[in-house]
């Protein structure tokens, strides 16, 4: 939990501290890699599935299948990993994984029927190694009930943004320059080569749980959780709704290779953002932050529904950054104090789960309503989504942040 004295110390200080805590350096970093590749993932099937198809459409098919499977199995994973433990898991699911996407190229590249494909990419997506998660539940239990843990997650906020930053970056490069095939192995390299470094780091790995983790799965149904998770559905709606409406809007304006680049902003202010905000400790406790995180979203919103030329979209895209990692970061921060550490990699799952499922929907929503409307019909659904999610942040405000609940608990013992 962030502390509570308000005091704003300096950037680099807070970070480093961090970092010396023991073993960190090593995890954090052996995780790089495999971010990045997981970022490639989804984008290298569209790349791999159109290129040997022609068809959007069986590429569409194909990485509908695996996000959907990444969605449902992420945290079914997750379970075994808190009962078995990183190191037990972790290689097994990294070789599935491997096994998995040599499957998927071998089917495309021998011009199999579509629903093999699908088939093969279900289990592509299943078996993706939540590796974020695992490094948020390895900070969790090296920083559990620190000052520290909130600038810990904010580093994890900074390392998964220029992944997703980088990654696409990169698969569209290597797949257009080279072949798609080469960008998917690629891509599962950099996944296998992170992730069985993060294995080897065992003195941080969470224990194994031993406790009955059908009452500690019980605390994934209180009201707190289920409301966070909604919350990160509704910031999914967000980012899929936006997805869609920018790339619409350059592409009407005849500039569609502007459209990557505006849509870059949101990202490039938010990882600024969550820097700051996680060198910053806050008088606020964690639930009200993340109420006004959320309102602060859907006032920056605003003016996306009347701007009208590239340059003043541009402007009104980076204000909403400076909400979204400080979301991120409060996220996790308030699953790890409403949950049980027995199920907390199983939390952290759920709500990339959440957002993953949100983004999909989202983008298919806007779709519909950009192609039957405009594109600032896309962004009113954006703005409509900022609204679902700030009114679940005041239903996890009221959960979590009551006089007896475990975040003010926490907060009280740092203070």
Request: net charge positive; glycine share 10%; proline share 6%.
């Amino acid at each position: 939990m962030p502390a509570l004295t308000g005091r704003i110390t300096a950037p680099f200080t807070t970070y480093s501290v961090v970092l010396r805590t023991p073993g960190a350096w090593k995890f954090y970093l052996a995780s790089a890699p495999a971010r990045i590749g997981i970022a490639m993932t989804g984008l290298g099937i569209v790349w791999l599935i159109h290129g040997a198809t022609g068809s959007y459409a069986a590429a569409g098919s194909v990485t509908g299948g695996f996000a959907v499977a990444e969605a449902l199995a992420g945290p079914q994973i997750a379970r075994l990993i808190d009962r078995f433990g990183q190191t037990r898991m972790l290689p097994i699911t990294l070789l599935a994984h491997a096994a998995a996407v040599a499957l998927l190229i071998g089917l495309t590249v021998s011009a199999q029927p579509l629903w093999m494909l699908v088939a093969a990419a279900v289990v592509t997506g299943g078996s993706l190694p939540q590796l974020g998660a695992q490094t948020s539940a390895r900070w969790s239990h090296a920083l559990c009930g620190t000052p520290l843990l909130s600038p810990a997650f904010a580093l994890e906020s900074l390392s998964t943004g220029v992944a997703f930053m980088v990654g696409p970056a990169l698969i569209g490069t290597v797949s257009s320059l080279g072949t798609p095939v080469a960008g998917s192995v690629l891509a599962t390299t950099l996944v296998l080569a992170g992730g069985f470094s993060l294995a080897l780091q065992r003195r941080t790995a969470p224990p194994p749980t031993t406790a009955d983790q059908r009452q500690s799965s019980a605390g994934l149904l209180r009201k707190g959780f289920l409301a966070l998770a909604t919350t990160n559905i509704g910031v999914g709606l967000f980012f899929g709704s936006m997805q869609v409406s920018v790339t619409a809007f350059a592409v009407d304006r005849g500039t569609p290779s502007l459209a990557g680049p505006l849509y870059s902003i949101t990202s490039l202010v938010s990882l600024f953002a969550g820097f700051a905000y996680g060198a910053r400790r806050w008088r606020l406790l964690p639930p009200t932050q993340f109420v006004l995180a959320l309102v602060f979203l859907g006032v920056s919103t605003v003016p996306l529904l009347v701007v009208d030329s590239p340059w003043a979209v541009g402007i009104a895209l980076a204000v909403p950054g400076i909400a979204l990692a400080p979301f991120q970061v409060l996220s996790a921060v308030l699953a790890e104090a409403e949950v049980e550490s027995a199920v907390l990699t199983q939390a952290f799952t759920w709500l990339n789960s959440g957002s993953a499922a949100g983004i999909a929907l989202g983008a298919a929503f806007a779709g519909r309503v950009v192609d039957a409307q405009s594109p600032h019909y896309g962004f009113a659904l954006a703005l409509l989504a900022t609204l679902v999610a700030t009114a679940m942040a005041l239903v996890v405000r009221n959960a979590i942040g009551g006089p007896s609940s475990p975040a003010r608990r926490t907060a009280a013992s740092i203070r």
